[in-house]
Every structure is written in C-alpha cells, then in structure tokens.
C-alpha cells in the first residue's frame, strides 16, 4: 500500500474505532451505574430489616433456632437465653472497646435441655483476661442475659487475621467449633449461633456488654452517582467532538 493510502486509512480506521468503543464505553459506565443502584436498594432493605429485628422484642433461644434450622436471617435478632455459666470454659477474642485493649468473654451457658450456648458477655480489660481478677463476674446459679443472636462464622474472615492461638485461650475470628473444642465441649452438643449479650449492668461492672456494633456501609449511592457521572461526561465529550467534526 502506498504511503498515501495508509495516511488515509488510518484516520478512517480511527473514526471507526471511536465510533464502536464510545457507546460499548458508554454502555459499561451504565450498567455499572444500575448495578450499584440495585445493590442500593438490597442494602437499604437488609438495613431495614436489620433495624426491625434489633429492636424487636426479644424472643426466645428455642425460638431462634427454629428460625436458624428453617434458614430464615437470625443476625442481630434480640433474644433471651436462660441457663448456667461455666466461667471455667470461657473463651477470649482480642478486641478494643472505647479505645481500650482487651477481650470479649464467651462464656458457655447451659440451657434447659443440657445443651450450650455461646454468650458473649462483653468487654474485659487486658489485665484482666483471668476470670480470678474478677470473681465478681462469675455468676453463680440460673441467670437470664438478652442481647442479639449472631451468625457464627464458616472461616477466617480474611488472611490478614492470624491464626487463634488455643493454647494462650485468645481467638482472632469466632470459630464456634474450636471454641467449643477447646472448652471439651461437643459440637452436637452446642448451639450452631452465639448471643451478644447487651448493656445490662452486672455486678462489679465486668463484663461490659452492650459491644456489639451495627455498621454496614452503604456507599452504593456515591457509587452510582460517579458511575452515571463519568457517563455523561463521556457523552458529553462525544457529542462536542462530533459538534466539533461537522464545523
């Protein structure tokens, strides 16, 4: 091909390329706008109905596991649980709390018909991580705690949490099974969720309750928003290129 001939295809090759990327470009910006508008409207549901559930009253355990066994959404649903500590068998998550280091005590709690639930009891400080620093949060005899019912968790949330470290009794993810385990607890034997137990003050003020935090984000607006915004700034650019072809 001569070396006019190529001058005046590429142009041409040019018009053509831009003539198929700018609407396919287009289009894309588009669907990923709808798609974070969908999503909008899922997040903003599930948040209702997580509203709804945290400030329902509360229902019993037996009913949760109903609806845990009939797979209807348990999270953050308010229940009470009535039973008998083993402050021998708690277990501890690394956590802060209002900027302070500590633990979150799980302690098992036998129920009415000899199986275990995991409780979160609340907030400890480092220093006292022992259950002998605080004998005045070993209660004795049936006690009844309310709080939320949580999913337990099928693994490790991310690689960077470390591993649980079972023999030093501290747990970086809420594995139920090697919690259960390393108290010489049954799996069968234990309630397939925990409770968060909430504020409810217990004698000596350990452990803290209440901790549990609802925080979902909900970007998915900002998200569209950008996404329709680079759309029309694309079709803008489009339509003042042509503008400028035909002058």
């Keep these: ?5 190529v001058k005046t295809a590429s142009p041409r090759w040019r018009f053509w390329a831009v003539l198929i990327l700018l609407p396919a470009a287009f289009a894309v910006l588009l669907a990923l706008g709808t798609w974070q508008v969908q999503r909008l ?5 599930l948040l209702a109905a997580i509203e709804q559930r945290s400030n329902a009253e509360p229902v019993s355990i037996a009913e949760i596991e109903t609806a845990h066994q009939a797979g209807e959404p348990i999270e953050y649903r308010t229940a009470f649980a009535t039973g008998r500590y083993l402050h021998d068998s708690e277990r501890h998550f690394f956590a802060t709390f209002n900027g302070q280091i500590g633990y979150y005590v799980y302690t098992p709690m036998q129920i009415g018909d000899g199986r275990y639930l995991f409780v979160n009891r609340g907030f ?6 022992d259950p002998k620093t605080r004998p005045q949060s ?3 005899g049936e006690q009844r705690v309310t709080g939320l019912a949580r999913e337990r968790l099928s693994e490790r949330p991310s690689f960077m949490v470390p591993d649980n470290d079972e023999a030093a009794n501290i747990f970086y993810w809420k594995d139920l099974d090697r919690m259960a385990a390393s108290a010489g607890l049954q799996a069968e034997d234990v ?4 409770l968060d ?3 409810t003050p217990v004698p000596g003020g350990l452990p803290r309750g209440g901790v549990t935090v609802i925080d979902l984000p909900n970007s998915h607006l900002q998200y569209a928003v950008t996404w329709y915004g680079l759309a029309l700034a694309l079709l803008g650019v489009s339509v003042f290129a042509w503008w400028k072809r035909k002058s």
């Design 1 to 5: 091909m001569a070396e006019t001939d």
């Design 41 to 45: 409207v899922w997040k903003e549901s």
């Design 124 to 129: 400890v400080p480092y220093d006292l991580k």
């Design 138 to 140: 070993l209660l004795e």
């Design 191 to 194: 309630l397939p969720f925990f």
């Design 197 to 199: 137990a909430d504020a």
